[in-house]
């Protein structure tokens, strides 16, 4: 054995400690509530008849002890989890919390590969920052899905690095970031302006296959077509009234465009209409930002650049709250896997780099014991509510907007000898 290959093994050792020691300290606490009201329970319900996504519904319910009608999360979601309706809801909230950092881990090991000894440092110092930040914590706790996001997108990106013509890993990478529709639509336009066509296409097919038990349920329990259309907007408008996702509410912990506008101090843009205008400002935005990328090929989406954009046009496009901020990670760990592995990074990626290490900052200040110690402290003044919120999302901006400025003002070249 050399000493290259001793330092890592011995590297990667040091990583499996991380792993270990990182995750145990994350899942200290959790609760799993959003994973048991949106994919535990409708499972049960859909299968004993009930409509999960209806107000109404009172009997299912008290059956299942659940204080809110339930997300309408595409059905994959319900399918691939289905064999945790198999246990408790206090079982399922155990293996949530788990899967959640494996796959925290997961995600940034793709984007990291642990090959060489400088990488296994670098994967360690960035997982264990990551799996112990605010959103990380937030989606370990509530048991959402940001887990399965963030790692279908880390999926997606590392598939196309390493084989540019691959098309169902990819495709199978965004499946997983499309399990809620608010980050299902717009993966996809961003795909189809990158003209990633098959890719989208086998994506597409495999959402549409996975979704069909679900959605054949819920047809069956909800009735007819205008049942199905009362239920749907009934739903949206009832959840969109909940604490969290509501704009009138100054505590809501919404990170999209809209949310974000209403911790600025500027008014609650609330309804339908104003959701699909910010869609449709944010996906023109997201065109004029990849114009940064003059000559796109297969391996466009690989770009940290473009990881980086793309993350945040899910992000900001439709309602996504604070735990989200998971895939605001995305980028500067992208540019940092294209660090390790010898490659001359642009500048581009230098700068995504740099603004992830203030992103990093910010996700190990705002953890919840923190926040609550700066609104005990001497520093109650401050809107911390607002910042822990707002300042991801501002950071990953000025990210881009600093691209920007560097690709209109290009350095200049040294006068030849």
């Not at 296409?201 to 047809?219: D, E, N, Q």
């Not at 001359?344 to 705002?366: E, M």
Request: with cysteine; net charge positive.
């Amino acid at each position: 054995m050399t000493a290259t290959s001793a330092d890592v093994r011995m590297a990667r050792l040091l990583l499996g400690v991380v792993v270990v020691a990182t995750s145990a300290f994350a899942i200290r606490y959790y609760d799993g509530h959003d994973f048991v009201n949106n994919v535990w329970a409708p499972i049960h319900g859909l299968l004993a008849g009930y409509n999960p996504y209806d107000a109404a519904d009172i009997e299912y319910h008290l059956r299942y002890q659940v204080p809110v009608v339930a997300g309408l999360y595409l059905p994959t979601a319900l399918l691939m989890h289905a064999p945790l309706a198999l246990l408790s809801p206090s079982r399922t909230a155990d293996v949530i919390a788990v899967l959640n950092v494996a796959l925290i881990w997961a995600g940034v090991l793709l984007l990291i590969p642990p090959r060489t000894f400088r990488a296994c440092l670098v994967a360690a110092l960035a997982g264990a920052t990551l799996v112990v930040s605010a959103p990380a914590q937030d989606t370990i706790y509530l048991g959402q899905l940001s887990g399965w996001a963030f790692a279908g997108f880390a999926l997606l990106v590392s598939s196309l690095r390493r084989d540019p013509s691959t098309v169902w890993l990819p495709a199978f990478g965004v499946t997983l970031v499309a399990l809620k529709p608010q980050s299902a639509i717009p993966i996809l336009i961003a795909l189809a302006i990158l003209r990633y066509w098959k890719v989208l296409a086998r994506a597409v097919v495999i959402l549409t296959v996975t979704s069909l038990p679900g959605g054949v349920l819920f047809i069956h329990v909800a009735g007819g077509p205008s049942a199905i259309i009362h239920t749907v907007t009934s739903n949206l408008n009832h959840l969109s009234h909940v604490p969290p996702n509501d704009l009138t509410n100054p505590g809501n912990i919404r990170i999209d465009a809209l949310g974000i506008l209403t911790h600025l101090g500027g008014p609650a843009l609330t309804g339908l209409g104003w959701t699909a205008i910010n869609l449709a400002v944010a996906t023109g935005l997201l065109v004029l930002a990849l114009r940064a990328i003059a000559r796109r090929s297969s391996r466009t989406l690989a770009d940290p650049y473009v990881v980086i954009v793309v993350a945040l046009y899910i992000v900001v496009s439709l309602i996504h709250l604070s735990y989200d901020q998971l895939q605001l990670y995305l980028g500067p760990l992208a540019a940092l896997g294209v660090a390790t592995e010898s490659e001359a990074p642009n500048r581009r990626s230098q700068v995504v780099t740099a603004g992830g290490f203030t992103l990093a900052a910010a996700g190990i200040v705002f953890r919840s014991g923190f926040r609550s110690r700066l609104m005990e402290s001497s520093l109650s003044f401050l809107p911390v509510q607002e910042i822990w919120v707002t300042l991801p999302t501002l950071i990953v901006l000025a990210i881009v907007g600093c691209v920007l400025a560097l690709d209109r003002h290009p350095p200049a070249l040294e006068p030849t000898k």
